[in-house]
């Protein structure tokens, strides 16, 4: 990984080079007998090499009047992707996209510590391995899956306009957001109605569900986001972070479309207590998610922790902690809906949690040790399988 940054004046020129290079080992096993001399079933399992290239360049330029800031700026991008099946080569795939990612805000000041800003920028969200392996997964008769290696980046397109103020006991940021684009990946499902219908070579039998993706979806989402945090005393801090959003999705060609409120939140309170002991309760919270064809469960969590530092600069720390413990078990519920069937998926999973952890640092901590001024984010990989999504956002100076 490699970044490079020259300023000269004010324009800024940056050079990324990003190299990924994951792999991955899925073995299926199978008794054909029904009974326990399961036998490896190379056919039905998949063993590859992911390979992920991008080199980029970005180019951006300031102009600065009094209390305003204009700074435009755009970003161009070259991914080569290839998997290599060492089990099936027909099963290999290349990849590659060419996206050029443009970005333009408006900065004020008003004062010494407030600032109001427009930004507009588009988002690069590149289909991971989940979305891209074309490996028929059939280990589920009647649910079958499979990826798209013909997929190519999302994009999105954004327009925030946000109010900040800073001071040594009051954080505030408000901003209000719209998002839009033509071409997300969504995961779309059918039922298979004939008696067999055949697919990449494989008979699919009738009353199975087969899923794939495709860049089908016109998302558009409308939303706020609020962030606070207030320093009460010198023992006392609270904070708040939360967002709620309209989200309308579709696909004409799949005659699909589906659109509902999503909301989250998190806040916290940190205090100081006698003896150095540190307190710290948090909770938080989120609406079911939308897709394109369902959606998911919500989710509320809450947990608490006691931790006091010890030795000479306070390198050993002790913790407690606990959370979620009035409640052992959670349930989660995924339903997905089409022209003519209904699927739900339930699950449970474990939720109550204790312990204690210790913690030692080495090393002296100096205030003096400047930080770089950029760092990488590497967000720019859609999440596989879920419907987070990361972007590749043209860094601002």
């Known amino acids: ?100 990612v443009p970005s333009v805000s408006l900065g004020m000041k008003i004062g010494r510590t407030q600032n109001m800003r427009l930004l507009y920028d588009m988002r690069i969200s590149r289909p991971g391995i989940w979305y891209l392996n074309p490996f028929y997964d059939n280990s589920d008769p009647m649910n079958i899956s499979q990826g798209n290696s013909d997929l190519k980046s ?14 040594a006991k009051f954080n505030l940021n408000v901003a209000l957001r719209h998002s839009f684009g033509n071409n997300g990946i969504e995961r779309v499902s059918r039922l298979i109605t004939s008696d067999s219908e055949k697919i990449d070579g494989h008979e699919v039998p009738q009353g199975a569900i087969y899923s794939t993706y495709e860049n089908t979806a016109k998302k558009q989402e409308t939303g706020m986001s609020l962030y606070l945090n207030w320093n ?78 010890f030795l000479k600069e306070d390198r050993l720390t002790v913790s407690a902690f606990c959370s979620n413990i009035f409640e ?11 022209e003519n069937f209904y699927t739900q998926t339930k699950t449970k999973f474990s939720t109550r949690r204790f312990g204690i952890s210790i913690s030692y640092r080495l090393g002296e901590l100096k205030a003096g040790v400047k930080k770089a001024a950029r760092s990488i984010v590497n967000d720019d990989v859609k999440s596989g399988g879920g419907n987070s999504s990361g972007g590749g956002e043209a860094p601002q100076s």
């Open 1 to 100: 990984m490699r970044y490079l940054q020259i300023k000269t004046g004010k324009l800024n020129l940056r050079n990324l080079n990003i190299l990924r290079n994951n792999t991955s080992d899925n073995r299926y096993f199978e008794s054909e007998s029904g009974k326990e001399d399961f036998q490896y079933k190379s056919s039905r399992s998949s063993k590859y090499e992911h390979l992920n290239h991008i080199i980029s360049g970005y180019a951006g330029y300031t102009l600065r009047y009094k209390d305003l800031s204009f700074k435009p700026g755009v970003r161009y991008e070259h991914t080569e992707q290839s998997v290599d099946d060492r089990f099936n080569s027909e099963r290999n795939f290349k990849a590659s996209y060419d996206d050029l």
């Open 154 to 167: 999302e994009k999105t397109h954004s327009m925030d306009l946000s109010y900040s103020s800073f001071s």
């Open 232 to 309: 009460i005393s010198p023992k006392t801090r609270f904070y708040v972070n939360g967002r709620g959003s309209y989200l309308d999705v579709r696909s004409e060609g799949q005659n699909l479309h589906n659109s509902g409120w999503m909301a989250s939140a998190f806040a916290g309170v940190q205090q100081t207590l006698p003896l150095k002991l540190r307190l710290s309760m948090n909770a938080g919270g989120s609406t079911p998610y939308l897709s394109l064809q369902g959606k998911g469960t919500g989710y509320s969590y809450y947990s608490f922790s006691l931790n006091r530092s």
């Open 328 to 338: 052992k078990y959670r349930r989660f519920e995924n339903s997905t809906v089409g």
